[in-house]
């Protein structure tokens, strides 16, 4: 815990006749300079006792005398404003940072828990889309924050590898292809399904011979599942090679598929518990007193649906993993389906319904009209991801032409600007895909966080000197370093807020923060200074702090910070 937040519940505790973990869990960090440095918020005290805050404010302010490192207590309006002692906070501050390193910022609140996010799911023999670049982007941060944190987390790629679209691949490939099924690539396999849909407008037949094959699929023919399984092959080809681009790493891959002998089971249960009726031949769950269309389990023919999996999925995921929360990291457009999944799961009684969450994000929007329809394909994600890189090392190039790890470093540049651009947006606002923008080097872009950092390093690189522990942080009273302190104590809860909303642009925001505040700083003050050494090295001490602050949060974004570009 923070240790100035310890001394003032301290403070309080006697007086407010509370715990002090109570207290300190009230106790807030006020943005702006003049309102204290921490702040406790009356407003429940008000409430409690049924008297005016303000006044409750000023009346504690009378009462208290400040003590250790917490120099005025004030009251403004319902707030309580504690000043702390400055070299110390900043001492402390910067001291944990270089304490914890790599890990400053961690904790282990989330110790004994058990998180399961399902994200990315692309489906098989279909494009990886920018949809599916979302939910692996957001999703990888996510759990990258929760284990931050010390969760137990089980990142889940729910493949799309299962349904009547399987029927028609395998028509399609028999008729129309002459290459080993080994070989074919998304895009072949992609051709043949768009001419399987136009061929049978015109020939009925085909449809007939799509079902019939998907039959024979269902039920285990060891010619059509082979196929199925190449089909299979060919398209995690492709997605591991955008995974490894975006250096991303997915602990389970269990497709749909996975949960054709599971199904049965759930039925059975939600036929006993009465949830499961007949309607025109099918079979659902009326959820009609709950405001929503029936969830449909099976198709009059006998065929299983994307939440007839899902709910087998839950089932089988709580069975094996216990987990306390499971996240779905998927887009908008399936809120309805997810809210109809967790409505019909509380209805079986699953306890553990409760933690089922669905964390939504909005579309992609693309102002570059060439990207953005190609005659209504789907937008490629390689095609997108090595433009990025292209013109990354277009514009590294030109800023340092004699850079040695170069093709690393436009990877790192183009991947993470793109990463950034997703992740600087709350979830549920939809992104606007500029190139130009998205790219720069000034803004509210990966280039610009990824410079920050060299920048920083760079600084570090110039003194050249070792700065030794004994290093004499008292030295730093400048109003600046006191901010610039106060910001780098904001990062671990930063963290917890972000993890706990599912939202990793908190810690994208916060960054550029950092970067700014650090930039403003740097420009007004004197950091290497061969006539004042220890002045330097107290200072360079900050300036480690604000590198190993940038470098950890963007790590938990997903993006590699650089020493060089
Ligand atoms: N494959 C699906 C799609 O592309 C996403 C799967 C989401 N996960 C889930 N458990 N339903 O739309």
Redesign the pocket.
């Known amino acids: 815990m923070d240790t100035f937040i310890k001394e003032i519940a301290e403070l309080l505790g006697t007086t407010l006749q509370m715990r002090g973990a109570d207290i300190a869990s009230l106790i807030e960090r006020p943005q702006k300079a003049n309102q204290g440095d921490y702040a406790l918020p009356c407003f429940f005290l008000g409430k409690e006792q049924g008297r005016n805050p303000v006044e409750i404010a000023r009346e504690l302010a009378d009462q208290l005398a400040p003590a250790g490192s917490i120099e005025k207590i004030a009251a403004a309006g319902p707030y309580l404003n504690f000043f702390v002692n400055r070299i110390a906070f900043v001492g402390r501050a910067i001291g944990a940072v270089i304490k914890t390193g790599a890990t400053y910022g961690h904790s282990t609140v989330g110790a004994g828990q058990t998180l399961v996010l399902?994200y990315s799911?692309?489906?098989i023999a279909k494009p990886f889309g920018i949809g599916?670049l979302r939910s692996t982007v957001i999703g990888h941060a996510i759990k990258k924050l929760h284990d931050a944190l010390g969760y137990k987390t089980i990142g889940i790629n729910?493949l799309?590898d299962w349904g009547t679209q399987f029927g028609s691949m395998i028509v399609a490939y028999k008729k129309w292809s002459d290459k080993p099924a080994e070989e074919l690539t998304v895009s072949e396999l992609v051709a043949l399904y768009v001419k399987f849909h136009a061929e049978s407008e015109a020939d009925p037949a085909l449809q007939d011979a799509a079902r019939a094959a998907f039959k024979k699929l269902e039920e285990g023919d060891p010619e059509h599942v082979a196929l199925w399984e190449r089909f299979k092959a060919d398209s995690l080809k492709e997605f591991d090679r955008i995974y490894d681009m975006l250096g991303v790493h997915i602990d389970v891959a269990s497709g749909e598929s996975f949960f054709n002998d599971k199904m049965g089971g759930t039925i059975k249960r939600l036929k006993a518990a009465g949830l499961a009726t007949e309607s025109e031949g099918a079979l659902i769950v009326d959820l009609e007193g709950h405001g929503m269309p029936p969830c449909l389990l099976l198709k009059s023919d006998g065929a299983t649906l994307?939440a007839t999996r899902?709910l087998a999925?839950a089932e089988y995921r709580y069975q094996t993993y216990k987990f306390d929360r499971m996240v779905?990291v998927?887009g908008q457009e399936?809120k309805l389906h997810f809210k109809q999944v967790f409505k019909v799961l509380e209805l079986l009684d699953r306890e553990w319904a409760h933690g089922l969450v669905h964390a939504e994000f909005g579309h992609y929007r693309f102002k570059d009209a060439k990207m953005s329809t190609r005659k209504g394909k789907t937008i490629l994600l390689e095609e997108v991801l090595n433009k990025a890189i292209e013109l990354a090392e277009k514009i590294v190039t030109e800023k340092n032409p004699d850079l040695e790890d170069k093709t690393n470093v436009c990877r790192a540049v183009g991947i993470g600007a793109i990463i950034f651009a997703d992740l600087s947006n709350r979830r549920k606002r939809d992104v606007e895909f500029d190139w130009d923008r998205i790219l720069s080097f000034e803004g509210e872009t990966g280039p610009y966080l990824q410079y920050a950092h060299v920048r920083v390093c760079s600084i570090e690189r110039k003194w050249g000197k070792p700065i030794g522990p004994d290093t004499n942080l008292e030295l730093l009273t400048e109003e600046a370093e006191f901010q610039l302190a106060k910001k780098l104590a904001d990062f671990p809860p930063t963290i917890r807020r972000a993890a706990e909303q599912y939202e990793p642009s908190l810690v994208s925001t916060y960054l550029l923060e950092v970067a700014r505040e650090f930039s403003s700083y740097y420009e007004a003050h004197r950091v290497l200074n061969e006539a004042a050494p220890d002045l330097t090295a107290a200072r360079l001490t900050l300036v480690a702090a604000v590198r190993q602050t940038l470098a950890n949060g963007l790590r938990l974004l997903g993006i590699e910070p650089l020493s060089e570009m």
């Open positions: 399902d799911s692309p489906n599916h729910h799309g994307y899902d999925a779905y998927h399936q």
